[in-house]
């Protein structure tokens, strides 16, 4: 009984399946059909609107063609015309050139038979006009620049002359101008005693002073070596307690050729220390100037190129070569 019923739900289990297949089966069938009725329609209309478009376009030519066509034989007709005219024209302009001659003789009131002389003589009448302009205006840029180096020579010879040109007005603040061939000698006797009254007369107190007075007056490389020695004198100096005074009892001044002045003094050094005198002794004292250009603030224009002090024992003053001395 049991396998019965078993084998009866069995058949009914393969019957459901059978059915199931037929189904799904049947469900494809149905889709295939679909779509194959889908793309046959659509193809027969892409067919027919093509054919449409077609049709469409052949009417719109045809259409144009009816519109256009006889302004297009127009314009051509016109082209094909002015083509003949103009090759018509230049075919009879060809023919009047070769058929017309130049006249001979008086033509116009002109006579031809002078005019080949009356051209060439324009000719020559342009060509010499030309040359002269040539001509001068060569000689107008020569003219030209000689005047500009003239100048610049006369400029540059200018701004020598002026560079020896100083002020010799201690304390005024205007310019007074002169040249070194100018220069007063009381001038350059009032700076070398100025010079000298500023070296040897000294205290403890005012050594500084003086000493730095000095050394504005002088060069840069007699500047560094005077501080240099004068060091340790000036701590003698202090310490001590020392003065000095300065007599000069005979000086010489001259000028060199190259623009110098060479000032020598005899002078007599008389030294104390704490209020007690140490003697004195006799100098000499030899500097060299140069005048500078001038600068503000400063009372003398002329600078102490070089500086020697020593006794006066064995000394033999000598004079420069071509120079002017002055004794006061």
């Known amino acids: 009984m049991e396998t019965a019923n078993q084998t009866e739900d069995l058949w009914k289990v393969k019957m459901m399946n059978n059915k199931n297949a037929m189904t799904a089966n049947r469900i494809s069938t149905l889709v295939q059909n679909s779509l194959v009725m889908v793309a046959s329609g659509l193809s027969s209309a892409w067919k ?3 054919c449409l478009v077609s049709t469409l376009m052949s009417s719109l ?6 519109v256009l066509e006889p302004s297009l034989l127009r314009s051509k007709e016109n082209l094909k015309r002015k083509a003949n005219e103009m090759l018509t024209a230049m075919d009879k302009g060809i023919e009047a050139a070769q058929v017309v001659t130049p006249p001979v003789g008086v033509y116009k009131g002109v006579d031809l038979r002078i005019l080949p002389k009356y051209v060439a003589f324009k000719a020559a009448m342009i060509k010499q006009r030309m040359t002269l302009q040539y001509i001068l205006a060569i000689h107008l840029a020569a003219f030209a620049l000689h005047f500009v180096l003239a100048r610049v020579e ?7 002359l002026r560079e020896k040109e100083f002020i010799l007005a201690p304390g005024v603040m ?3 101008t002169a040249s070194p061939q100018s220069v007063p000698d009381s001038y350059v006797v009032n700076a070398a005693m100025s010079f000298l009254g500023m070296l040897g007369n000294i ?6 002073e003086q000493y730095k007075r000095l050394s504005n007056f002088m060069s840069s490389e007699l500047r560094i070596q005077f501080e240099e020695e004068a060091r340790e004198w000036r701590e003698t100096v202090k310490v ?3 003065s000095e005074i300065l007599r000069i009892t005979d000086r010489e001044v001259v000028a060199t050729e190259e623009g110098f ?7 007599q050094r008389e030294r104390y220390s704490n209020s007690e005198s140490l003697g004195h002794v006799d100098e000499v004292v030899e500097m060299t100037l140069k005048l500078v250009p001038p600068v503000k603030g400063k009372e003398w224009y002329l600078e102490i190129t070089s500086l020697k002090r020593g006794r006066a024992d064995g000394f033999k003053p000598t004079s420069a070569n071509g120079g002017k001395k002055n004794d006061r």
């Open 174 to 176: 205007d310019f007074t």
């Open 240 to 242: 001590e307690n020392i």
């Open 48 to 50: 027919r609107g093509f």
């Open 154 to 160: 006369i400029h540059g010879l200018e701004t020598k």
């Open 261 to 267: 002045y060479k000032v020598t003094a005899i002078a």
């Open 203 to 208: 205290n403890a107190s005012n050594i500084d």
């Open 61 to 66: 030519k045809t259409m144009l063609l009816k």
